[in-house]
C-alpha cells in the first residue's frame, strides 16, 4: 500500500488549469479524490470563467463521469496559472450572538426573525430594547455590551 497522500483540491485545479497533466497519468489515489463539485465551485470564483462553469455545472454533477469532467475542463480553460479568490458569505449576524438569542427566546420565534426585530428596534426605539434586556436581569454595562454592533 502507498503512503502518497492524494491529490488535493488545489493539485487538481493546477492539473487542469496550469499543468494540463492528462487523466491517465494520475495516480488511482488522485483519481478518486477529483471532486467535480468543488472544482466547480473554485472555478466559478474566476470571474472569466463563471459563466463557463455555470453552463458546465448541468452536466458536471451526476451526468458525466470523474473522468470525463476533468478532461472536459482541461481541454476547455485556457492553460495558465491562476488565482481564484475564494467569496465567503456574509457575515451572519452584526447583532451580539447573546442578544439575538435574548431576542429569539423573548418573543418565541426564530432567531432570523430576531435579528428583523432588532432591526426595527434600533431603527425606532432603542430605550424599549434596553426595556426588554432589562426584563433579563441584565445591568447596564451588559446591556451597553450586548447593544455594540460587531463589524
Same mark, same amino acid.
Given at each position: 500500500?502507498?503512503?502518497?497522500?492524494?491529490?488535493?483540491? *488545489?493539485?487538481? @485545479?493546477? *492539473?487542469?488549469?496550469?499543468?494540463?497533466?492528462?487523466?491517465?497519468?494520475?495516480?488511482?489515489?488522485? +483519481?478518486?479524490?477529483?471532486?467535480?463539485?468543488?472544482?466547480?465551485?473554485? @472555478?466559478?470564483?474566476n470571474?472569466? *470563467?463563471? &459563466?463557463?462553469?455555470?453552463?458546465?455545472?448541468?452536466?458536471?454533477?451526476g451526468?458525466?463521469?470523474?473522468? &470525463?469532467?476533468?478532461?472536459?475542463?482541461? =481541454?476547455?480553460?485556457?492553460?495558465?496559472?491562476?488565482?481564484?479568490?475564494?467569496?465567503?458569505?456574509?457575515?451572519?449576524?452584526?447583532y451580539?450572538?447573546?442578544?439575538? =438569542?435574548?431576542?429569539?427566546?423573548?418573543? @418565541?420565534?426564530?432567531?432570523?426573525?430576531?435579528?428583523?426585530?432588532?432591526?426595527?428596534?434600533? =431603527?425606532?426605539?432603542?430605550?424599549?430594547?434596553k426595556?426588554?434586556?432589562?426584563?433579563?436581569?441584565?445591568?447596564?454595562?451588559?446591556?451597553t455590551?450586548?447593544? +455594540? @454592533? =460587531?463589524?
Amino acid at each position: 500500500m502507498s503512503d502518497k497522500k492524494p491529490a488535493s483540491l *488545489f493539485d487538481h @485545479l493546477s *492539473f487542469i488549469t496550469d499543468k494540463k497533466i492528462s487523466w491517465d497519468s494520475l495516480t488511482d489515489v488522485d +483519481k478518486k479524490s477529483f471532486s467535480p463539485y468543488m472544482v466547480n465551485r473554485f @472555478l466559478s470564483m474566476n470571474m472569466d *470563467f463563471i &459563466e463557463l462553469i455555470n453552463e458546465c455545472q448541468k452536466y458536471t454533477v451526476g451526468q458525466l463521469s470523474t473522468r &470525463e469532467v476533468y478532461k472536459l475542463y482541461s =481541454e476547455i480553460l485556457p492553460k495558465q496559472k491562476q488565482y481564484n479568490k475564494y467569496i465567503k458569505g456574509a457575515k451572519s449576524s452584526k447583532y451580539n450572538s447573546e442578544l439575538v =438569542e435574548l431576542m429569539s427566546k423573548h418573543f @418565541l420565534v426564530s432567531q432570523d426573525i430576531a435579528m428583523e426585530y432588532l432591526d426595527m428596534y434600533f =431603527e425606532t426605539s432603542m430605550s424599549s430594547l434596553k426595556d426588554v434586556i432589562k426584563l433579563y436581569g441584565k445591568s447596564d454595562k451588559d446591556i451597553t455590551r450586548l447593544l +455594540k @454592533l =460587531e463589524k
